[in-house]
């Protein structure tokens, strides 16, 4: 099988060849494990791990010609894109992270002040040659990502805000869900388009979920974010693209909510949350939806050898690649703690006892 007819094969929830396998990294791991493997591209990276996913955003983007610089320096190292988000580059536990500040929505207390806004517009993006440019990428499953109807209000706003104007304020939380849902749903179907079927996976991201449980209610999440997450995942649908839901943490109880409105594949399994248990999640839900991730980020691969790697990797396939319908990644970005030759151990592990032939 191709990587593309891998992925496809699972996210159908049937059996393929192997276990597909799934990379993200921040950009400082990025390259430190291209150093260490002496890997010249992205590209070479993902083939000497035998990952199966190539997310394009920023490999093949649409080129912006907005009115307003896509990123500007606004001093004292913070950066601010097209939508107002700031962020700075800070050291923290794990190394550099881009950190979000000084959210310019945090005292939006009306309509006027959301609309007075400066909110991007989908004809800032030009998608000539768009999907020509995703041609020499066609045996890898090629995923696009970027959407958000929670989290990306909550870096624009504060997440303090956001939460209190969903309790409090409905009219004013709706008004920023709209215009990201909105414009992500414009945005989206003209990248589906100019793709003309080369996109296979459509990843939208959302964190719902805390290491102890929701972070919001059940009830919150069928009224603020599920209508408007129905609106991409039909959008995707229609162009016969299958969708990805992200969330960290404690979700389970919003799984049968995201299967309801069609999401195809439920991402990262963060199995060292509470009521994560990759058993349980597989018995209740593999029969209807894709499982991705699995691989602990926060003990196993940062903290763990390489034997404990490994092993942790065959559990999880022997639990949730049962009968297919799973994609083996880190349940998390790899960020500047986990060491290279863990990284190896799992994508090694994953591609040799992933093989469901050899299991027969």
């Keep these: 099988m191709t990587s593309k007819e891998r992925v496809m094969t699972a996210v159908a929830l049937s059996r393929p060849d192997r276990v597909p396998m799934d990379f993200n990294a921040n950009p400082a791991t990025m390259k430190r494990l291209m150093e260490d493997l002496g890997a010249s591209s992205l590209r070479e990276l993902l083939l000497q791990l035998h990952v199966d996913i190539v997310d394009i955003r920023g490999v093949v983007d649409p080129v912006y010609c907005g009115p307003i610089p896509k990123d500007r320096n606004l001093g004292g190292g913070v950066q601010e894109d097209y939508w107002g988000m700031r962020r700075k580059l800070m050291q923290t536990a794990t190394g550099p992270e881009d950190c979000y500040v000084d959210f310019p929505l945090a005292r939006a207390y009306s309509l006027e002040d959301i609309e007075a806004h400066v909110w991007p517009n989908v004809d800032w993006f030009d998608f000539e040659g768009f999907g020509y440019a995703l041609e020499p990428w066609k045996d890898f499953a090629i995923m696009t990502s970027g959407a958000s109807v929670l989290q990306h209000p909550m870096l624009l706003c504060g997440m303090d805000k956001i939460l209190t104007d969903m309790a409090l304020e ?59 997450l129905r609106l991409l995942v039909d959008l995707a649908h229609s162009h016969d693209t299958k969708v990805m839901f992200h969330s960290c943490g ?102 040799e006892y992933g093989a469901y032939d050899a299991k027969t």
């Excluded at 003209?190 to 102890?212: E, P, S, Y």
């Design 250 to 351: 404690s979700i389970t109880a919003f799984i049968d909510a995201l299967i309801e409105i069609g999401v195809d594949i439920l991402d990262p399994i963060q199995v060292s949350a509470a009521n994560m248990d990759p058993a349980q999640i597989k018995a209740e839900y593999g029969s209807r939806i894709c499982l991705h991730g699995s691989i602990d980020t926060q003990y196993v691969l940062p903290q763990g050898s390489p034997q404990e790697v490994a092993e942790n990797v065959k559990r999880m396939i022997d639990i949730l690649g049962s009968g297919g319908g799973f994609i083996l990644a880190p349940c998390h970005v790899l960020q500047t703690d986990v060491p290279s030759e863990n990284v190896c151990a799992m994508y090694e592990t994953g591609h």
């Design 170 to 228: 409905t009219e004013l939380a709706c008004g920023v869900f709209d215009k990201f849902a909105d414009f992500y749903v414009a945005y989206y179907d003209k990248m589906l388009i100019a793709a003309q079927g080369r996109i296979d996976l459509f990843r939208i991201g959302d964190d719902v979920g805390t290491q102890r449980g929701p972070l919001i209610s059940p009830a919150m999440f069928r009224q603020f974010i599920a209508p408007r």
